[in-house]
Every structure is written in C-alpha cells, then in structure tokens.
C-alpha cells in the first residue's frame, strides 16, 4: 500500500475527490470516504514534548460488501480495536496532532463534497455527506478511547465541521493569535504571587528585625499585579523595592538563595516556584485547551508571551505544549535585551517569530501593561477578566473585553462535551 505522509495525506483526499468528480475514476459506493489510503498507526507515548506529525489507523465498525462467487455477500468488519503503544525510531505524535491530522483530511473530504455540487447527483451526495459524519463520529470515539487507556486529559477532539476564524470570535484576516501565559492560558498567577509573598515576607521581616521599621507584609493580589505582573524577576525586585524605599546591591547571577542581593533574592523565588510547581501543578483555564485546539485548525499560528522563566514547564503541565508554535520567555527576554510591557518589544518579538505582521495578529492580555503593549504595537486587542479587572483593562483602552476564551467558541465547537470543556 502506498505510504502518505501527514502534510499530503488530505491533498490526496482531495485528488481523489476531484478525479471522481471529473469522472476519470468510477466512484465507489462510499467515494471520497471510505478509501484505500489511510493514516499509519498512530503512536502513543508521552504526551509532554512529542510534536512529530503522526496519523493513525481508524478502524470501522461497518459492514463490508465483497464479491463471492459472482455475489455480493455481506461480511462484518471486525470490531473497532485500540492500536497498541510502540516505540517509534523517532520522536511521537501527541494524539491533538494526529486529532489535527484527521481533521484536516475531514475537512477536505467536505469541501470536494462541497466543491462537487451540481456535478454529482444530489442522493449521492447526501450519501456521502452521512458517511462522512459517521466516519468523523467514529474516529473521535477511537481517538477518546485511546487517550482514556492511557489517562491522557482533556479528551482529543475532532470538529464536526471545518473550522472557520469566524467560530472563534476573530476576523477572516486574522493570521496568529498571542496569548498572555497568567490569567489568560492559566491559574499560573496564583502561583507566582504565593512565591513572591513567601520569599519577600522572609525578607521584610529581616529588614523589620534589624531596622525596627514596621513590617508590612506582601499583597497576593495589589502587590503582584502592580510590581511583578508581565515583569521579569530583577524588574519587579527593583519595583518593589523602590516601593518599600529598601536599596539592596545588585548582587550576581550566581548569587545563592538566601543572599540579601536582588539576585538572591530572584534565586530564592525561582526555587520557591519550583517547588510550588511540584506541589501543586498548574491548570489550563476553562476554554483553553479547545480555543488553542481550534486556533490552530482554522489555519492560526499561536504564541505564548511571558516573562516567566517558567513558561516551558507550566505550558508543558497544562498540557497546552503542542499547541503552541513559539513563545516569548525570560530566556529570550534576557538574551535579545527585550524590554517588558508596557513596551511593545514583547509582542513585535513574537510576531517575529510567527513571522506575520502586528496588524494580522490579536493578542490577548490580562494585564493593563499588555494592552498598553498591544496599542503601542498596533495589535487587535482582547482583554481578559471580570469585575475590577475588566474595568482596569477597559480604562487602558482595551476595545473588548471577555471573563475567559471559553465564551468565544462558537456553540458547535463545544456542543456534546460540558464536561470536557471544564477540565
């Protein structure tokens, strides 16, 4: 049988779809769904950093007709069965890419269906149609059924329909979308300000101690956000400091944790962090997982901007690694000298990277410093929060405002799976 990699796999759906449609083939009883060609079988490991492009076999539960003896005779497909774990020569496919794989030879079996009206006969066509979604429903059963052997959450999932920009709240000539790593993707703040409140606390009392200056303690929520949101750790050291009226020396990138140098003092947070991290995790947000999931369907590029040293990990422990294209951390932050919200650099540095233009790209932010970035770029700008939050982000000028990406879905991109979609 020949072999289809995953880039041409859908083209040659279409092919054959447009050959039968021109008539250079005879279609047959089930053309442009049920084809000889189909996807390897898929390969399921780990789910943490495999990107590789994978397809899977989908098996069918269908009756098969096969000549017997100059008759049709009707013979029973064997039941769908899950394709066993192997290790693969070279690195695996997560199932949302082998989901994204079907998907999108789906979608081009609909539109050569689409592309097909008035060519081929309506009854045929209607035919077509039912076997399609039938098939659709089929794949999206083996796909969960893969992922809950192997404790793989949230679900994989498979449109019903091609997805369009439009069913994500955005214009047809939006090309990437940016995305703000806390309060936006994920509960990551919560996190990051109880870092900051142990390691700061532990400082301030010391300084209360030898200084006899009343101690003030760290605010989760005022303090955070005003001082550390969207900044890096030495930025936001300097911020609050200032704030305190408390100078310490600048210290150097090796100092240890509990130096009393602005670089211990960020030493001592990122271990706190990581130990938060290893406690407690990090989650997607409601909506994420699906909106990215369909962001890249519809033909989007997406990147994650954040000032966290963190960024890899936490996108890896929300499971929304595979569904980014590239992110803008404190690495890069640091070694291409990048200045933080409210400067654009952020933002222009990821577009870079997806190599589109500021004005094709939306960029969403739960900070005022983010929309005050998105505006100096240029950007679409969409703010995320509610109440105080919302009213913030809407004084900085943010044009649109909504509480989480899931109230952007279209209905038909959620529909059949609440439960899912609250992971």
Not at 66 to 81: E, K
Not at 138 to 150: F, I, N
Not at 314 to 325: Q, T
Request: aromatic letters at 4%; a positive charge.
């Amino acid at each position: 049988m020949p072999s289809f990699s995953a880039e041409d796999y859908g083209d040659a759906i279409g092919e054959r779809a447009v050959d039968r449609c021109l008539g250079r083939t005879p279609p047959p009883r089930s053309a442009l769904v049920r084809m000889p060609f189909r996807p390897n079988p898929p390969i399921i490991g780990s789910m943490a950093t495999q990107r590789a492009p994978g397809l899977g076999t989908a098996p069918t539960t269908r009756t098969r007709r096969r000549r017997r003896g100059g008759g049709d005779a009707a013979v029973a497909a064997p039941p769908r069965q899950l394709p066993r774990a192997v290790e693969p020569p070279a690195r695996r496919a997560s199932l949302d890419t082998l989901a994204s794989h079907w998907q999108r030879a789906f979608d081009t079996d609909e539109r050569a269906l689409h592309a097909a009206v008035g060519t081929l006969p309506p009854a045929y066509l209607s035919q077509c149609r039912r076997e399609l979604a039938q098939e659709r429903r089929e794949t999206a059963l083996l796909l969960a059924d893969v992922a809950r052997a192997k404790g793989i959450r949230p679900l994989p999932w498979l449109s019903p329909a091609p997805v369009r920009k439009e069913m994500l709240g955005l214009t047809a000539t939006t090309r990437a979308c940016l995305f703000d790593l806390d309060g936006v993707l994920t509960d990551s703040a919560l996190l990051h300000a109880s870092a900051w409140a142990q390691v700061l606390d532990e400082f301030l009392l010391r300084v209360s101690a030898s200084t006899g200056w009343h101690f003030i303690p760290f605010d989760r929520d005022a303090d955070y956000r005003t001082f550390f949101a969207g900044r890096s750790r030495l930025e936001g050291i300097h911020a609050f400091l200032d704030s305190r009226g408390i100078r310490l020396p600048e210290g150097r990138a090796g100092d240890p944790a509990d130096a009393d140098t602005v670089s211990g003092l960020a030493k001592h947070k990122g271990d706190t962090l990581v130990r938060g991290l290893q406690r407690h995790g990090v989650t997607a947000l409601p909506g994420v997982h699906r909106y990215l999931d369909a962001a890249g369907r519809a033909g989007l590029t997406r990147a994650v901007v954040s000032a966290s040293a963190s960024t890899s990990s936490m996108l890896e422990l929300a499971a929304l690694g595979p569904l980014v294209e590239v992110y803008v951390d404190a690495d890069v932050i640091r070694t291409e000298n990048i200045r933080t919200p409210p400067s654009p650099e952020v933002l222009l540095a990821a577009c870079r990277r997806l190599d589109v233009r500021p004005q094709d790209a939306v960029t969403f932010t739960h900070t005022a410093a983010g929309v005050a970035a998105g505006l100096a770029a240029g950007m679409e700008i969409v703010g995320v929060g509610h109440g105080a939050d919302a009213e913030l982000l809407r004084g900085f000028g943010a044009p649109r405002i909504i509480s989480s990406l899931s109230v952007l879905l279209a209905p038909s991109l959620t529909a059949g799976d609440e439960t899912e979609l609250r992971r």
